[in-house]
């Protein structure tokens, strides 16, 4: 039997380098995008993933507004909110609220992918969200990203 004990890698914030991703969300089902788009910003696509650690990278989505839900989601799956007070729930169909901000919509939906903590919303913050084709952040030079699971409709 060996003695020599391997160690696993923990990476350090200041060891974290992270990139700038493009995506066009043109004809793409919303929930295989949410579920791609999470985990790139989670890290878990990087060898270096380390759980208590902001590992992502920074993504970019373009045509939001061109999103696809698939099946009866858009009436029967209903978006909540409560303002705390007694009676104060309101629902709204997915479909609706999709219609009326698109990137809001799947921002949403990638929030309710990542850790419920200050980690995850400090995850959140580097998604940006584009209803069209164009976004300010040339400066980055984001490299076009086609995710592995999401397919067009």
Do not use: C
């Not at 910003?41 to 989505?61: A, E, S």
């Not at 909110?81 to 709204?92: A, I, Q, V």
């Not at 584009?130 to 409709?153: F, L, M, N, S, V």
């Amino acid at each position: 039997m060996s003695t020599q004990q391997t160690k696993t890698y923990s990476a350090k914030p200041s060891e974290v380098d992270s990139r700038w991703l493009l995506i066009d969300a043109q004809g793409l089902v919303v929930g295989r995008l949410a579920a791609d788009v999470a985990a790139l910003l989670r890290g878990k696509h990087k060898p270096t993933f380390t759980p208590h650690v902001d590992t992502g990278d920074h993504v970019v989505i373009i045509n939001a507004a061109g999103l696809v839900l698939t099946g009866s989601k858009a009436d029967k799956t209903m978006r909540y909110r409560h303002s705390g007070y007694p009676g104060g729930l309101k629902t709204e169909p997915y479909g609706a609220l999709f219609q009326k901000d698109p990137a809001r919509a799947f921002r949403i939906a990638v929030r309710g992918m990542l850790p419920h903590n200050s980690l995850g919303r400090n995850m959140l913050r580097k998604l940006k969200v584009y209803p069209d084709g164009e976004h300010p952040h040339e400066a980055q030079q984001p490299i076009p990203y086609q995710p592995p699971r999401a397919r067009k409709r």
